[in-house]
T-cell receptor, first 112, second 114 residues
Framework: GAVVSQHPSRVICKSGTSVKIECRSL??????MFWYRQFPKQSLMLMAT?????????EQGVEKDKFLINHASLTLSTLTVTSAHPEDSSFYIC????????FGPGTRLTVL | AQKVTQAQTEISVVEKEDVTLDCVYE???????LFWYKQPPSGELVFLIR??????QNEISGRYSWNFQKSTSSFNFTITASQVVDSAVYFC???????????FGKGTRLHILP
């Protein structure tokens, strides 16, 4: 099956810094990628839909200026959490679509 | 609006018992897809099954089976002869298309006790 990778798998940062998370489709091209967030013991919530070559579509309640998404190529989408705060600590999971959705392994972000 | 309800927050059963995880969905779409995912403690989502709205046949895969009933908008998941390795959080989910965004239920945390 298709493989989606995420980097880093785990990151710890200080409050106020920015963190970039990469999502790559390793063996297929994905015009659409999705970013989900999962707080501890909760479900996955869609944050945004990332479209190659165009602006991302954000779900209601997600700050687009805080969570910057760049889908620069058909195999790479990045999520940058700007000026991270402890409440942004979460598990971020991306997925890429090629006929069906394939999920990455997730990135655990801890903001101190 | 689309919605997935997993009423069972947490279930504990003794190993070798059968267990059924319930899933009820809401959608106005005539075409849609239903999914089940397993999330072990590592966090990575493990795909278990995808079913489209036109295929109401039940499916069995080893110890796993799924019961899809459009009449009750349910897509229940049964594990037969449970094992400790089945302990995880299980999510039922819904999407309009195979490659569209996925709406997840809140998940059921399953504990299989030795």
């Amino acid at each position: 099956g298709a493989v989606v990778s995420q980097h880093p798998s785990r990151v710890i940062c200080k409050s106020g810094t920015s963190v970039k998370i990469e999502c790559r489709s390793l063996d297929f091209q994905a015009t659409t990628m999705f970013w989900y967030r999962q707080f501890p013991k909760q479900s996955l919530m869609l944050m945004a839909t990332s479209n190659e070559g165009s602006k991302a579509t954000y779900e209601q309640g997600v700050e687009k200026d805080k969570f910057l998404i760049n889908h620069a190529s058909l195999t790479l989408s990045t999520l940058t959490v700007t000026s991270a705060h402890p409440e942004d600590s979460s598990f971020y999971i991306c997925s890429a679509s090629e006929d069906t959705q394939y999920f990455g392994p997730g990135t655990r972000l801890t903001v101190l | 609006a689309q919605k997935v309800t997993q009423a069972q927050t947490e279930i504990s059963v003794v190993e070798k018992e059968d267990v059924t995880l319930d899933c009820v969905y809401e959608t106005r779409d005539t075409t849609y897809y239903l999914f089940w995912y397993k999330q072990p403690p590592s966090g990575e989502l493990v795909f278990l099954i995808r079913r489209n709205s036109f295929d109401e046949q039940n499916e069995i895969s080893g110890r796993y089976s799924w019961n899809f009933q459009k009449s009750t908008s349910s897509f229940n998941f049964t594990i037969t002869a449970s094992q400790v390795v089945d302990s995880a959080v299980y999510f039922c989910a819904l999407a309009r298309a195979r490659d569209d965004k996925i709406i997840f239920g809140k998940g059921t945390r399953l504990h299989i006790l030795p």
